[in-house]
């Protein structure tokens, strides 16, 4: 069974900029969240999605959005960039919703925002 | 706030030693734990789990005890592996509270030393 993907792996843009980021959970997952890494602030979360539905939200500005299509696929947006949203942006799917349902995350899409 | 810390930034250990890898929480309603454990480039993959129910979680070489009333975790690794350099992230969450999110902690990086 083929994992989670994410495109871009790499990406760089400049600040104001949007930038649009891809994620195919695993075959049959129906949730997908996305998380952000930075250093020293560990994984925060940012949403999840659930049969084309959002069904949670973090503490983020609404520059950060999303959305899932009805073959799971999920999209995140950021738009009018700044410096601090340079990070690594995972996402993870699971069968269910909820999180005590094992998640499996995709590599990351590495974001540099000069 | 941070609510789930790993105060040690990194460990080192001695291979076949054991590794001991520490989390607190400060939100008395998570009552589900998780490890998560990432590889550089790669997204973290799910190790271990425990409920409050229970105070002790083993799963091969990796052991989690959970002291609720000092709202502590830690995870053990017996003996430690050169391959288990990696990075260890803790979580919590509200089981009971349906689609609760994923709250990570910031990441101990642990290293084996040969």
């Known amino acids: 069974k083929a994992g989670v993907t994410q495109t871009p792996r790499y990406l760089i843009k400049t600040r104001g900029q949007q930038v649009t980021l891809s994620c195919s959970p695993i075959?049959?997952?129906?949730?997908v969240s996305w998380y952000q890494q930075t250093p020293g602030q560990g994984l925060q979360f940012l949403f999840e999605y659930f049969s084309e539905t959002q069904r949670n939200k973090g503490n983020f500005p609404g520059r950060f959005s999303g959305r899932q299509f009805s073959n799971s696929r999920s999209e995140m947006n950021v738009s009018t960039l700044e410096l601090g949203d340079s990070a690594l942006y995972l996402c993870a799917s699971s069968a269910v919703s909820g999180t005590t349902d094992t998640q499996y995350f995709g590599p990351g899409t590495r974001l540099t925002v000069l | 706030d941070q609510q789930v810390k790993q105060n040690s930034p990194s460990l080192s250990v001695q291979e076949g030693r054991i590794s001991i890898l520490n989390c607190d929480y400060t939100?008395?309603?998570?009552?589900?734990f998780l490890w998560y454990k990432k590889y550089p480039a790669e997204g973290p993959t799910f190790l271990i789990s425990i409920s409050s129910i229970k105070d002790k979680n083993e799963d091969g070489r990796f052991t989690v005890f959970l002291n609720k009333s000092a709202k502590h975790l830690s995870l053990h690794i017996v003996p430690s592996q050169p391959g288990d350099s990696a990075v260890y992230f803790c979580a919590a969450s509200r089981s009971n509270f349906g689609n609760e999110k994923l709250t990570f902690g910031t990441g101990t990086r642990l290293t084996i030393i040969p």
């Open positions: 939100n008395s309603m998570f009552d589900y």
């Open positions: 075959s049959g997952h129906r949730s």
